[in-house]
């Protein structure tokens, strides 16, 4: 009967647990900024951070992440990868597809020793996106 009690509260939390995961997580922006390749295929600078007030939905119900800038960018969601967590960084990848068929690497990086700093990539293979973001 022990054991019974156990597994009927382990249900509910676990049930809890997933009603949780599956609510749309939203992140506001505060700048951005990109690199982009050069002619011998390396990577440029990153350019200076400019400010914006751009709202971030991820729904992994949905799969699909939607970054709501001047022109809407939508990401089908194909795969999710492997989360990384250290002493240093948090990093949740997901494989997408965007709004026009290509594909894309989209990183959600918390700097745990930069007083858990977020960021938002947008990773293609010519040019990449960073935002800065926070919870909405």
Do not use: H
């Not at 997933?18 to 350019?47: C, L, M």
């Amino acid at each position: 009967m022990k054991y019974f009690k156990i597994l009927i509260v382990l249900f509910i939390l676990g049930t809890g647990f997933q009603k949780a995961y599956s609510q749309p997580i939203r992140f506001k922006t505060s700048s951005v900024s990109f690199t982009d390749k050069d002619e011998k295929g390396s990577w440029n600078e990153w350019s200076d951070f400019v400010k914006t007030n751009v709202l971030i939905t991820v729904d992994a119900k949905k799969n699909l992440i939607v970054v709501n800038s001047a022109e809407v960018q939508s990401f089908k969601i194909k795969s999710y990868g492997e989360i990384q967590d250290n002493d240093e960084v948090n990093i949740v990848p997901f494989e997408c597809v965007d709004n026009k068929f290509s594909k894309c690497t989209i990183f959600i990086i918390t700097k745990k020793k930069e007083n858990n700093r977020m960021q938002f990539y947008i990773n293609y293979n010519e040019v990449k996106f960073v935002y800065n973001i926070y919870n909405d």
